[in-house]
């Protein structure tokens, strides 16, 4: 059971079953990686935070320079109309990126491996994206499926390709991340079955690829958190300011 | 890209639609729908922590320490620029000062030149008069003696040459006739050097 390579990925509860009703809402090895995952960031953040010096230490660095790296990211794609947002994305890009970076401690959970994770962020931002959008802009936020410039004849035919794009979003958004994560995964495990199964002849080749792919998961655990934050970074731009 | 999100739709209506019943028995434990409910309820719990905490608490202070670091590099640099103005006004103070100084020193040294020139020429001046009067009175003096020596000289020469008759000729000659004949002598001689 355990060198099947999807079997990193279930989901089990530990402790005892809680109930709300009939709905389980038992606490899982997921949970705690969530858990684990914020405290990480909340601890980290806040020791970051804590000392007020003229020059910072490690910590500080770190917890200002990731800070001006998402403001800045914000800024440049959404501009300054995002600037209450902020605090949103930040949470989210940190959230996801210690969620990755944490599935790459050995025998640990991924929780954005899970397509239900990353749709349940995907479709709260592709709401509440949509909420802004109209309170913004009222009924002409319509007019983002409206590209200018386009000859009537093909007019029906873009407005339908743009509301489904603009539907597809949260869909788009969440497999992206679920899908690198979960592949990675899967690929790593798959090598490491293959050095073992090899054994000490012929491991040493899939064994290499192991090591490469743990520093490719590593960049791609990053990238993907940084993927995940733009696009909504970008889709809060298409609310914010109608280009269109 | 509209392409890739229209492929992407239909891929994850197919999976949604189709494949959750197979692949979950097939091994993809992401479409077991048996920890679902608990999934999203945690994430709700952790991540809503997470927003709040750091959104009221430590997002601040973050923001807090930069905009403190940037209003104090900022007011740094302006009393940096401050200390810099005032030693350049010190600097040039004190370059001040010893130009006057200098201007001064050099004053004093011309004062004592003056000074000591003046002492020395009144010095010299008083010497010199002082020799001029000696001179004067020295020559004075000779030449009342150039003068007086001639009528001696006449006189020593009428004595001796008395005597030189005396003594050659023993006999008396009247001294008043020598002195004559001595002094004739003494203006043909003058007349000859007045001549020569």
């Not at chain 1, 490491?192 to 491991?203: C, E, K, M, T």
């Not at chain 2, 009144?122 to 001639?150: P, Y």
């Not at chain 2, 000729?169 to 020569?196: P, Y």
Request: contains cysteine; glycine residues 4%.
């Amino acid at each position: 059971m355990a060198s099947n390579p999807m079997y990193q990925f279930n989901v089990y509860r530990i402790g005892p079953e809680i109930k709300l009703g009939s709905v389980d809402i038992s606490f899982t090895n997921a949970s705690l990686f969530m858990v684990i995952s914020s405290l990480a960031i909340l601890i980290i953040f806040n020791l970051g935070a804590k000392k007020k010096t003229l020059i910072p230490d490690k910590l500080q660095l770190l917890s200002e320079l990731s800070y001006t790296f998402v403001a800045k990211m914000i800024n440049d794609t959404a501009g300054s109309k995002a600037k209450p947002y902020f605090s949103f994305i930040f949470s989210l890009f940190m959230f996801v990126l210690f969620c990755n970076m944490f599935g790459m401690i050995p025998y640990a959970f991924t929780v954005t491996s899970h397509i239900i994770v990353t749709f349940v962020l995907a479709a709260f931002i592709f709401i509440g994206v949509t909420i802004i959008g109209f309170m913004k802009h009222g009924l002409g936020y319509l007019k983002l499926f409206v590209p200018s410039g386009v000859p009537i004849v093909l007019l029906p035919l873009i407005v339908i390709i743009e509301i489904i794009s603009y539907l597809s979003r949260p869909i788009s958004l969440s497999v992206r991340l679920f899908a690198n994560m979960m592949a990675g995964h899967t690929m790593m495990k798959v090598f490491g079955g293959f050095v073992i199964s090899l054994g000490i002849v012929g491991g040493w080749l899939p064994l290499s690829f192991s090591v490469a792919l743990t520093g490719l998961e590593i960049l791609v655990a990053f990238l993907q958190a940084y993927v995940f934050a733009i696009l909504t970074c970008i889709y809060l731009n298409d609310a914010l300011n109608l280009h269109h | 890209m509209l392409k890739k999100i229209i492929i992407l739709v239909f891929i994850t209506c197919f999976a949604c639609f189709n494949i959750v019943f197979a692949a979950e028995s097939g091994g993809m434990p992401q479409l077991n729908p048996e920890f679902w409910i608990s999934q999203i309820f945690w994430l709700i719990i952790t991540f809503g922590i997470l927003f709040i905490v750091l959104t009221k608490v430590i997002l601040p202070k973050i923001s807090d320490n930069l905009e403190t670091r940037k209003s104090q590099i900022l007011e740094n640099i302006e009393t940096a620029d401050e200390q810099k103005k005032e030693s350049q006004k010190k600097i040039d103070e004190y370059e001040k000062i010893i130009l006057d100084s200098k201007i001064k020193a050099k004053n004093y040294f011309n004062e004592a030149r003056e000074k000591i020139l003046e002492d020395i020429n009144k010095k010299r001046n008083a010497l010199e008069k002082d020799l001029d009067e000696e001179i004067s009175s020295v020559e004075n003096e000779l030449s009342e003696f150039r003068n007086k020596s001639g009528e001696k000289i006449n006189k020593i020469a009428a004595e001796t040459s008395a005597e030189l008759i005396k003594e050659l000729i023993g006999e008396e000659v009247n001294s008043s006739s020598i002195a004559a004949i001595v002094d004739e002598q003494a203006k043909l001689n003058k007349e000859r050097k007045d001549v020569v």
